[in-house]
């Protein structure tokens, strides 16, 4: 290995974080009441749109020098309002509420009675400096004052304040308003407490939040701005156009259609100049930004053709910055390697994170591409560590610690693991490399006498788990032993908690789907939030639920055959009341650290006294009536329904649960060769109801 130092300014300390699972933090403040952000020009009204469609009773006032900009940030509000109503995404009297309580001037006054001051105005380190000493004489001593800088350091623009323990960065992404990746730095004189309580909102207010050291450019737009600096000092092997068509192979959007859409060539010139300045010259920005207004480029999904070896080296170039970035984010504690992953594909719109790409294309692969890049640009930053070592950590899931009585259980004992599904791009929906990372996370601990157990439970307010991950779906389409296989490889975890003796139960914070369900009611035990709903809504995408939903429901809870019946042949919801009276939830909570609470306690309370799910056949009621519409009035396949019904019957006759499960898997590899499967499963890609008249 290569160790030779890279051009870096050391490694920043570790966040100081209590719990990776932001909704864990205890509230130390007030949700705020009134919101100013300064800078009406392109994101500052975006983040005013989010703050108002999470928080509609929220006082909201935007502040700039010019008075037309506010005039087209009040339209720009009333036309994403317009849009969310036609889309059916929001109710008219909700869209009302949202327009409610915005006000705009051009005078600082107007901010004095905030909670918060969010400043999206300018780059410009000097006017920052100028615009959050005016602020911080008008609001109060503890009212919280951000800046959505995408580069400066908070240490520089918040030094000369006289209570910078108030003050950080909070960094959007565009589109601000639908972007939930937010990074939040954790810079030396910031209150830890603020910190906290920034993620803890943004995450309770649908966000991403990642923390980050205070680094010019933090993390993500270090991977960013690199990577378009890359491409543009690329321009003498290739054009803009075969530099993104290249690029296509990791982004969603090549770097020079990004930074047409962004007007992003003096960002780059700016930000990368302070890198250049504070770390070394190989971060100097390409000359051409400084001539060029427009680049000639192809749009997403459109391509030119490039000779096979101007590929090859462009290839190399664009990921060997992307590498180097990476390793130098870990190496430097800049992020953590998750979010660096996670944010590069929610924020940046990476198909895979750099990371796991890393990991795709081999060790040996992924060192030649460095090794030739360090080469090529010396003094870019080179891997720290064996290149094995940036691939341990968990990708999908977040683990935290829950010690007796620490955020309220009344246990005793050791303390609990708890682990949190986070897949905020697709509600927490599984596949199976995150069932293994669960698995792997359930492995590691259970035979430790410091673990009483395993709370599993969703990231955000909204999803416990959306379910299985339908993205996955089409490739096993008219397959049915891989459809099969699919449903036993995402099993595996489930297998292994009927059979563990440490206790693990699942704690519903929100809507559990499909999957989500079935993983939940593998769980020793289930709590939920009040709010929380259960649902199997296969049936409505042409499919079954094949790991367990048509099997255990009817061994575990018998006296609610009925609601199952319903919830499989028609996808009727069940409310988490209604589930607690039926005896499936064994406990309900308000919120979501009570919820995490309550399911500790049961941890404790279940040691030595898990139920296992029984063999041997069992009664199930007959399906007496038939069902053609679903509960949502969607008329139904009757090919699904007859797999389900079939499977249902088989599975109870079983003599063992295993031999039952196994009928599961194979219903739902019969369902994924039908017609109404691919019409299902299409449609719900095409976001549109599925017609499942056609298919039979
Ligand atoms: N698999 C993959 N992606 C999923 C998903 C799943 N099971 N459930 C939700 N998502 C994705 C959506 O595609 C969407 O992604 P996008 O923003 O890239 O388009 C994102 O999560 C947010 O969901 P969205 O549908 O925009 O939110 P909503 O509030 O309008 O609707 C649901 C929420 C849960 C009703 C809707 O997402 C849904 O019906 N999901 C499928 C649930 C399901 O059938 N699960 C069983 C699967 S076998």
């Not at 780059?268 to 971060?283: F, P």
């Amino acid at each position: 290995m290569n160790t030779s130092s890279p051009a870096s300014t050391g490694v920043y300390p570790a966040p100081r974080i209590r719990f990776a699972n932001p909704l864990l933090i205890e509230s130390t403040r007030p949700m705020p009441q009134h919101i100013a952000i300064i800078g009406a020009g392109s994101i500052g009204p975006d983040i005013g749109y989010y703050l108002k469609s999470a928080l509609p009773g929220l006082k909201l006032t935007l502040i700039d020098l010019a008075q037309p900009a506010l005039e087209a940030a009040l339209k720009r509000f009333q036309g994403y309002a317009d849009k969310a109503v036609a889309r059916g995404k929001m109710k008219a009297d909700q869209a009302e509420a949202v327009l409610r309580d915005i006000h705009v001037s051009t005078d600082y006054d107007a901010l004095a009675s905030a909670d918060w001051v969010l400043e999206a105005a300018t780059e410009n380190l000097g006017l920052k400096q100028k615009i959050f000493a005016d602020v911080e004489a008008r609001v109060a001593s503890d009212a919280i004052i951000t800046s959505n800088t995408s580069s400066l350091p908070a240490a520089r623009i918040f030094a000369k304040l006289r209570h910078p323990e108030r003050t950080t960065v909070t960094h959007f992404f565009a589109p601000a308003w639908r972007n939930p990746a937010v990074e939040v730095i954790d810079w030396e004189r910031a209150d830890p407490a603020m910190v906290e309580h920034l993620r803890r909102f943004f995450c309770e207010t649908g966000k991403l939040p990642l923390v980050t050291a205070d680094a010019p450019c933090f993390m993500l737009d270090r991977i960013f701005d690199n990577w378009c600096n890359e491409s543009a000092l690329l321009l003498d092997q290739a054009n803009a156009a075969q530099i993104d068509t290249v690029a296509g192979e990791f982004v969603h959007a090549g770097p020079f259609f990004v930074l047409n859409l962004a007007h992003g060539n003096p960002i780059i010139v700016e930000t990368n100049t302070l890198q250049a300045d504070e770390e070394g010259e190989h971060y100097r920005p390409a000359t051409i930004f400084g001539s060029v207004e427009r680049w000639l480029t192809v749009a997403p999904g459109k391509s030119v053709p490039v000779e096979a070896d101007v590929v090859a080296n462009v290839r190399d170039r664009l990921l060997g910055v992307l590498f180097s970035q990476s390793v130098d984010i870990v190496d430097r504690q800049i992020g953590t390697p998750a979010d660096l992953d996670l944010g590069c594909r929610i924020a940046l719109g990476f198909r895979d994170g750099p990371l796991t790409l890393m990991r795709g294309l081999g060790e040996a692969e992924t060192a030649r591409i460095l090794g030739r890049f360090v080469s090529e640009r010396s003094g870019m930053p080179q891997q720290q560590r064996e290149l094995a070592g940036y691939q341990q950590f968990e990708r999908h899931v977040l683990v935290d610690d829950i010690g007796v009585g620490e955020i309220g259980d009344a246990g005793t004992g050791a303390k609990v693991k708890l682990i949190t599904l986070r897949r905020p791009e697709a509600l927490n929906a599984l596949h199976d490399e995150m069932t293994d990372e669960i698995l792997a996370v359930i492995r590691r601990h259970e035979n430790d006498d410091d673990v009483a157990g395993f709370v599993i439970t969703g990231y955000g307010p909204r999803a416990f788990c959306a379910g299985a991950d339908i993205g996955r779906f089409p490739s096993m389409l008219g397959d049915a032993p891989a459809a099969t296989q699919y449903s036993r490889d995402c099993s595996r975890l489930l297998v292994h908690l009927d059979a563990m003796k440490k206790p693990v139960v699942a704690a519903l914070n929100g809507m559990a789907l499909g999957g989500g369900f079935e993983l939940a009611m593998r769980c020793h035990s289930l709590v939920a939030v009040r709010a929380a709903t259960m649902q199997l809504p296969e049936v409505t995408l042409g499919i079954v639920p094949g790991i367990g939903a048509m099997v255990v429901p009817y061994r575990r809870w018998p006296a609610a055959a009925a609601t199952f019946h319903a919830m499989l042949r028609a996808g009727e919801r069940l409310t988490a009341t209604r589930a607690h009276e039926l005896g499936i939830v064994d406990a309900l909570a308000d919120d979501y650290r009570s919820l995490i609470a309550a399911a500790a306690e049961r941890v404790r309370a279940l040691a030595g006294r898990i139920k296992r799910i029984p063999d041997g056949a069992v009664e199930v009621p007959e399906f007496a009536d038939r069902v053609e519409q679903a509960a949502s009035g969607l008329k139904l396949s009757p090919t699904t329904v007859g797999i389900i019904e079939k499977a249902v019957r088989e599975a109870a006759a079983a003599p063992t649960f295993g031999e039952a499960l196994e009928i599961g898997y194979a219903a739902f590899g019969a369902s994924a060769c039908t017609a109404a499967a691919r019409e299902g499963i299409a449609a719900f890609g095409e976001r549109r109801t599925p017609d499942f008249g056609r298919t039979g």
